[in-house]
């Protein structure tokens, strides 16, 4: 699995002027961010954070290859994409060109007077530096990637020619990913992804999250406690609970109220989970395999497979999580059981293994942050700056991953030197 970091992008470029500070720097800040938030939700990592900045030669060829096969066409230094010589544009959004064009007048990359486009809906691959804008060499103007290609060359430098599955946000269906089909599908000659996963949008009371509404809410906030609509603490695994219940291709509203469902909801499953078992000569020990109640795993199995219909899946927690506490107090107050321990323990281990499987998990009080090894640090920057002399790249990245895992921030500075914080 591979996960894209942020892109170069006017609104980057943007920051960095306001703040005075880099590209690179306001990066890595907010990727710092966006880990903190995925370890606290209990999300796995992918196999690889590949960054556009580390991916210029790949990107520069991928545009060199499109020029070569007389896809592109150059205006002042911006070197352009023509759609209108792919036949299949449109095919994932379903749209066809002759019928966009009208109203399509400014609406697409309207924000750059400078575009003399042959045609409204063709799109940058290359872009001429503006003045005091980070620049690369290249065969063109020195200037930067547009921002579609980057995904196109990663995933053929990162994972091949064609994946299986694409995601991404359904904001991204036309133009990002109609355009990264554009670009790698002329030239490979086969579908650039056999999937694409789009999920809804997150809305706010039933309205559109953005920062003008005032209605902005970060993933941090919430878990601190510092949602203005429900100013407590959240648990991070109600906010995963919250974003199962619903199919992730629709949208996903936050409210007060959907927020209050999922505790409940999280409540009904740790209850299960942490009920004195013991005390039946039960334990909620490692599950396995052959030791699961079949009919749940089906029912489960076939949601999941229904294209990810986890709503459907959490069905079946929540019943397993009420026969469980029904059966326990049956044992423990009324001496009737109506199950045989044999099927008890295995509903137990089932519930224990599906809520693993959703990544739902009950964490103990939170470990102290451990300290900081700075020798160690320091080291594993040493064999970095070795790895990149030596233009071993693949190394230089795996110890910036590692260092990233530990929670360090590595910082390539532009006059070559490196720092780092946390
Ligand atoms: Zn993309």
């Not at 990592?45 to 150059?74: F, N, S």
């Not at 040493?382 to 991953?401: F, G, L, N, T, V």
Request: proline share 6%; hydrophobic share 35%.
């Amino acid at each position: 699995m591979c996960k894209t970091l942020p892109i170069i992008d006017d609104k980057i470029l943007n920051r960095a002027r306001v703040e005075g500070s880099s590209m690179v720097e306001i990066a890595d800040r907010y990727i710092a961010a966006y880990f903190r938030d995925i370890r606290r939700l209990n999300i796995l990592d992918a196999d690889e954070y590949p960054r556009v900045t580390e991916h210029i030669p790949a990107i520069q060829q991928l545009i060199q290859a499109l020029e070569d096969k007389g896809y592109t066409y150059a205006v002042n230094g911006n070197v352009y994409y023509s759609v209108r010589q792919f036949a299949d544009y449109g095919k994932l959004s379903g749209r066809q060109l002759e019928q966009m064009q009208a109203g399509a007048g400014g609406r697409v990359d309207s924000n750059d007077p400078e575009l003399k486009k042959q045609y409204p809906f063709d799109f940058a691959l290359w872009k001429a530096a503006k003045p005091g804008e980070p620049a690369w060499e290249s065969p063109w103007e020195p200037g930067r990637p547009g921002w579609h290609i980057e995904c196109s060359a990663m995933i053929r430098a990162r994972l091949g020619e064609a994946i299986d599955i694409h995601g991404g946000g359904g904001d991204l269906v036309f133009p990002h990913h109609e355009n990264e089909i554009a670009q790698s599908e002329v030239l490979t000659g086969q579908p650039l992804a056999n999937y694409w996963l789009h999920n809804g949008m997150v809305t706010v009371n039933g309205e559109k999250m953005s920062k003008s509404l005032g209605n902005f809410t970060t993933i941090q906030d919430l878990l601190d406690g510092n949602w203005s609509e429900y100013p407590q603490p959240i648990d991070p695994m109600v906010i995963r609970l919250f974003v199962l219940q619903a199919h992730y291709r629709k949208p996903l509203d936050f409210t007060k109220d959907a927020m209050i469902a999922a505790e409940n909801g999280w409540q009904t499953l740790k209850d299960a989970l942490m009920l004195d078992w013991q005390q039946l000569n039960l334990s909620p020990q490692m599950p396995i395999p052959s030791e699961l109640d079949a009919e749940s795993i089906n029912r489960f199995q076939t949601a999941m497979d229904d294209d990810f219909n986890t709503a459907a899946g959490l069905a079946v927690l929540f019943e397993l999580a009420k026969s469980l506490k029904r059966e326990f107090n049956l044992r423990c107050y009324q001496g009737s059981p109506e199950r045989t321990d044999m099927q008890l323990q295995q509903r137990l281990q089932t519930l224990i293994h599906l809520t693993q499987i959703l990544g739902l998990e009950v964490q103990s009080e939170p470990s102290p942050e451990p300290e900081i090894d700075v020798g160690w640090i320091e080291s594993l920057l040493q064999q970095r700056q070795q790895a990149r002399r030596e233009k071993r790249y693949a190394e230089s990245d795996r110890i910036r991953k590692e260092l990233q895992m530990a929670g360090i921030i590595v910082v390539d500075q532009p006059n070559g030197q490196t720092c780092w914080h946390q």
